[in-house]
């Protein structure tokens, strides 16, 4: 199945922040996003999650990444935040609740091909007791 969406990422500039790590905690989770500085913040463009769903699935986080993803759903698309420290380490770590005071990394994720929950499936797969759900259409 191929896949084509597009991604914006967008990450506020602190004046107390170096700007190079807050690109590398977005490069951290998304190494093909191409990244530049306007404005105060960093704007990213990337095509794939790929990377990303590794961390989720090495990180065990699927079930909450699903909850994040379908709880911001509009339409083909959605959207989450991720903290900027545990990104700068390359962990994921959904923002929930309060902004951090720094602010958060926004994702947006518009899915052109297939639909957002045939996507959202490949990137975090539904789980049955914290292992993911294989499929067997898939291995036909």
Do not use: W
Request: aromatic share 8%; hydrophobic share 40%.
């Amino acid at each position: 199945m191929i896949y084509s969406v597009d991604i914006q990422i967008t990450a506020p500039v602190n004046d107390t922040e170096v700007t190079d790590r807050v690109r590398d905690a977005i490069t951290n989770l998304f190494p093909d996003a191409d990244v530049e500085f306007q404005h105060g913040e960093l704007l990213g463009e990337a095509h794939s999650m790929d990377h990303f769903s590794e961390q989720l699935h090495r990180q065990e986080i699927l079930d909450t990444a699903r909850g994040e993803f379908f709880g911001d759903q509009r339409g083909d698309a959605f959207s989450f935040a991720l903290k900027k420290q545990p990104a700068f380490e390359g962990v994921v770590n959904f923002a929930v609740g309060n902004p951090d005071e720094l602010g958060d990394i926004q994702v947006r994720v518009r899915v052109d091909e297939p639909d957002v929950e045939s996507f959202v499936d490949h990137v975090a797969p539904p789980t049955e007791e914290g292992k993911p759900i294989v499929d067997d259409a898939d291995d036909a």
